[in-house]
């Protein structure tokens, strides 16, 4: 038990400290990871902020900005940068077991979980384990391949060998197929959703976007939700098909 609470706090406190070197924001980002190794995360997060605020998107700096709100003890700011981390690197294994670490401190009692399905599961994997980017690399990889098979069995004169390059197109296809409907779904889903985390203890879910509207629901910090629209000093929301209301946006934080 003792050495795996030893790992634990060595991955929450893994500190991501490349890529900043010549950025306008390189003075904070050295401030913030100094800060942060001297144990002072209040201004590490502010350094790591700053950097946030001048238009900085990536995944090493959301990833150190989460790590220093989940050492303050603010779970819903580290799930926060940790989604926003996973987004620009859903690959990125210490990102998804911090997620993971903080996401199971704060778990919502108001929502009961569904029974996941092992083969939808197994499809969100698969879909979630390449970046857009690494899948438009991977799908022009396999269009080339796919083109060289058609112009090889063009050019071979032996049946067997036009049967194998038949063969290998088509289970080249189905991988083409699954990685143009991933980015395609991906694509969509960066242009028209919008996601947010409860930022403060608890968060009362209203039915209408006002103080006198009656309370549906309550969600407790971290919790992640869709966010359907907006109204003056309100975010309209929904988790799942059970929760759907109208959230101060004050407490509320978009992921980036």
């Known amino acids: ?14 500190l991501a400290v490349s890529g900043f070197a010549e950025s306008d924001c390189s003075a904070d980002w050295q401030s913030g990871i ?22 900085i998107q990536s995944a090493d700096l959301y990833y150190n900005l989460a790590n220093a709100y989940f050492r303050e003890g603010q779970l819903g700011y580290a799930i926060l940068y940790d989604e926003a981390a996973l987004r620009l690197a859903p690959a990125d294994k210490d990102i998804q077991y911090n ?12 929502v009961e979980e569904e029974e996941e399905n092992p083969i939808l599961n197994a499809l969100f994997q698969i879909h979630h384990a390449l970046s857009l980017s690494q899948e438009l690399w991977l799908l ?47 694509t969509f889903i960066s242009a028209t959703e919008k996601r947010a985390v409860i930022l403060l203890t608890e968060a009362d879910v209203m039915s209408g976007p006002g103080d006198s509207y009656q309370t549906l629901n309550t969600l407790s910090e971290g919790t992640v939700v869709e966010v359907t629209g907006e109204q003056p000093g309100f975010f309209e929301i929904r988790l799942g098909e059970k929760v759907k209301g109208f959230i101060k946006s004050t407490e509320l934080g978009l992921i980036p």
């Open 34 to 55: 100094q800060a942060y190794q001297e144990g002072r995360f209040d201004q590490a997060i502010l350094s790591f902020s700053a950097c946030a605020d001048a238009g």
């Open 99 to 110: 997620l993971k670490y903080a996401r199971e401190r704060i778990r919502d009692k108001t």
């Open 140 to 186: 022009v990889a396999l269009v080339w391949l796919l083109f060289f098979l058609v112009l090889l069995r063009v050019w071979v004169k032996q049946p067997r060998l036009k049967n194998l390059c038949i063969g290998l197109s088509l289970v080249l296809l189905l991988p083409a197929v699954l990685t143009v409907a991933s980015a395609a779904y991906k």
């Open 1 to 14: 038990m003792t050495f795996i609470l030893r790992k634990l706090i060595c991955i929450l406190s893994f």
